[in-house]
């Protein structure tokens, strides 16, 4: 049955676990499988600009044997005549899988029902599961076995990244803290979803005003620009708004003595994080920007399998 990855909580926790499994494999032996051999193509789609996602995916088709048509949709039908089912049907015959960023989450669900091959949210304004796949690879290369470690989110609770820390980090059986102003708390239907995987996990959810309490005694610290791609607009509200929310040095003396940082980058210095923190000794942000390369080829060569 072909599988989607349109949202963190479309993986059970033993699916995620398989994934980080096969990540850790593929990072210790790059080349050593090649499921798009021929070479089969993957489409990624961009509807918002891109570094690391556009790169990593470039990169891991090309090391899984295949070959990456990168689609800018500036200069494409999809977003202007043509719909996501439509765009769909064209693709999946010649195409093994598709990988979209873009603006509403419905567009990628419309994708999804529309085609037989997998279709990957490589962001979109509610989620962002590729970058917690590499973000769990990273606590896990840095911090050991993942389920029981407190993670602490701070700034727009109601971001892509807050909504996937709060899935992702449940299935992985994590105590996840979301820091944010209560306008900016995450949506509440996602937090109940979080809610209900944690009941099974072992995990928590704890949605916190009060920055000094979200921090006390993390492992990890995480935090995301304040304006997400989209939302320019209010920049100048969300500097304002989100400005007791920046992780600061002093912020990070509170975690546990051993805690990381990550950011999922951009990042923007002296804003959502300081210099201190992002360039100094318990940021890890460099691991993770690479790790999106093998997490994503883990996610693809198990996909392919599913079908
Ligand atoms: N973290 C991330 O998704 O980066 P890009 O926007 O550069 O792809
Ligand atoms: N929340 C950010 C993540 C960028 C990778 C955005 O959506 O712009």
């Known amino acids: ?38 070479p089969q193509t993957v489409a990624v789609i961009f509807d918002k600009s891109s570094t690391r996602t556009r790169v990593s995916f470039a990169v891991g088709i090309a090391d899984l044997g295949g070959s990456p048509l990168i689609i800018s949709t500036a200069n494409s039908q999809l977003g202007g005549k043509e719909t996501p089912s439509d765009t769909a049907r064209v693709l999946e015959r010649q195409v093994a899988a598709i990988v979209w960023r873009t603006y509403a989450q419905s567009g990628l669900e ?35 076995e993942l389920a029981g470690l407190t993670l602490s989110f701070f700034g727009d609770g109601r971001s892509n990244m807050a909504h996937s820390y709060l899935l992702a980090g449940v299935t992985a059986g994590m105590h996840v803290r979301v820091a944010s102003p209560a306008e900016y708390a995450p949506r509440a239907d996602v937090v109940s979803d979080a809610q209900a995987i944690a009941a099974r996990t072992g995990g928590s959810v704890v949605l916190e005003a009060d920055p ?96």
């Open 1 to 38: 049955m072909t599988r989607h990855l349109l949202r963190d909580d479309d993986l059970t926790p033993a699916e995620q676990a398989e994934i980080l499994d096969l990540a850790i494999e593929l990072k210790r032996d790059r080349w050593a499988q090649k499921p798009l051999a021929g």
């Open 212 to 307: 000094v309490r979200a921090a006390e005694g993390a492992d990890v610290v995480v935090t995301d620009t304040w304006v997400s791609m989209g939302k320019e607009e209010e920049k100048q509200a969300r500097l304002r708004d989100l400005g007791a929310y920046k992780v600061t040095r002093e912020l990070m003396a509170l975690a546990d003595p051993g805690a990381i940082f990550i950011h999922c980058l951009p990042a923007d210095r002296g804003y959502e994080v300081e210099a201190e923190v992002i360039d100094g000794p318990q940021s890890v942000v460099w691991d993770e920007a690479e790790n999106r390369l093998h997490a994503q080829k883990a996610l693809l060569v198990w996909l392919l399998r599913q079908e």
């Open 110 to 144: 419309e994708m999804a029902r529309g085609t037989r091959v997998p279709v990957v949210n490589a962001l979109s304004d509610d989620f962002h599961p590729c970058q917690l796949l590499a973000d769990l690879l990273t606590i896990r290369e840095h911090k050991g």
